[in-house]
């Protein structure tokens, strides 16, 4: 998750210097799934006459492709401290000629043309938290030139039923069934069942207890900010027996055509993982239906860089109801 540059109604200052920290980079370049996609991506689709923005460039390395694969400019966009550190590097690597470095939030940045490219790795968990796309989508109208290009194109929002024990003890509300020190703490279940948290543990692809389903696609090319908070209704299908432990969800970044960065429990890792929304305990069948209706929103007040998820699901069996449920999801930046 590259250093997102800020919407001016949130506050800033520790986040961007959280961006600053060495480790923070040195997970995400650590992701070769992630990076290597982005580098493939920016081969197939730069040229010798393409004009690349990169938002939220962080320690430069999209900037870096970009003028490898030839760009005639490119213009890395970061809000912290580490675009110092990004001019050093272009600078040892002979690649700071093609690459203009600006600091400060993109909404300020003025360019003299219109670019052809616009390139961002601004996706947090489950895509949407951290909120980076908001900048991305006003870069976007500011900065790109009819019929550019946007990388990622498109972003699709994945969910699956799950069944983990492991993931129910550790994540979800399994820890207070059992006696901790020999005392009941079922109460205290109760009361963080009215605000779970959405965490992003990871999920093998074999606690699905029936294929995923596709929520929403994130239109990066034409979607306006307000497109990406979406309110859906799906149907889920239980393909095994077994006990419902919460959902799974996932992206899949479309980066150029046949790059897709997939982050689902079947693909290779990725530092983003997979989301795991935790539920009380619910026993199914092979055959049952959950008609889940999910929605995404801004977090009124504290730190609105992270959504809330509304989860609301019917569990039917040959057509009757057998239970229903309601869960208020806070999401996370872990």
């Known amino acids: 998750m590259s250093a997102p540059t800020q919407p001016a ?64 400019e490119v213009h890395a966009a970061e809000a912290s401290d580490m675009i110092h550190m990004a001019e050093r590097i272009a ?17 300020a940045l003025e360019l003299d043309k219109p670019v052809s490219i616009l390139v961002s790795e601004w996706m947090g ?25 946007m990388v990622p194109s498109h972003v699709d929002m994945l969910l699956a039923p799950v069944e983990d024990s492991r993931l129910d003890f550790e994540h979800g509300f399994g820890f207070w069934e059992a006696p901790v ?7 205290l279940g109760d009361y963080e069942r009215c605000d779970p948290l959405l965490t992003a543990p990871g999920v093998p692809f074999d606690a699905l207890l029936g294929p995923a ?34 959902f799974a969800g996932w992206f899949d970044a479309h980066l150029a055509p046949g790059v897709c960065l997939s982050t689902g429990p ?41 959504p809330i998820y509304f989860l609301e699901a019917e569990l039917r069996r040959e057509g009757r109801l057998v239970d229903s449920f309601f869960y208020r999801y806070y999401g996370s930046f872990e």
Not at 214 to 240: A, H, M, N, P, Y
Request: net charge negative.
């Open 125 to 149: 968990y489950f895509a949407l938290a951290e909120c980076m796309f908001e900048s991305v989508l006003i870069a976007r109208d500011k900065h790109l030139a009819p019929g550019g290009v």
């Open 91 to 107: 600078d040892a690597n002979s690649l700071h000629g093609p690459i203009r470095f600006h600091k400060g939030p993109v909404e």
């Open 181 to 187: 020190f020999g005392f009941d703490f079922r109460e």
């Open 9 to 72: 109604d949130r506050p800033s200052e520790d986040y961007y210097s959280s961006y600053a920290d060495p480790g923070v980079h040195r997970l995400m370049l650590m992701d070769r799934v992630r990076t290597d996609a982005y580098r493939q991506a920016i081969r197939q689709l730069v040229g010798e006459e393409s004009i690349v923005l990169d938002v939220g460039s962080g320690t430069g390395i999209l900037s870096l492709f970009a003028a490898q694969a030839g760009a005639k």
């Open 266 to 306: 079947e693909a290779a890792l990725t530092h983003w993982r997979q989301s795991f929304f935790p539920m009380r305990t619910t026993p199914v069948c092979a055959g049952d239906v959950l008609e889940v209706a999910l929605r995404a929103t801004r977090r009124p007040h504290g730190d609105t860089r992270l």
């Open 213 to 246: 389903c596709l929520l929403t696609t994130l239109d990066c090319q034409q979607g306006t900010s307000e497109s990406f908070w979406f309110d859906v209704k799906r149907t889920l299908t239980i393909e095994r027996q077994g006990m419902l432990h919460g």
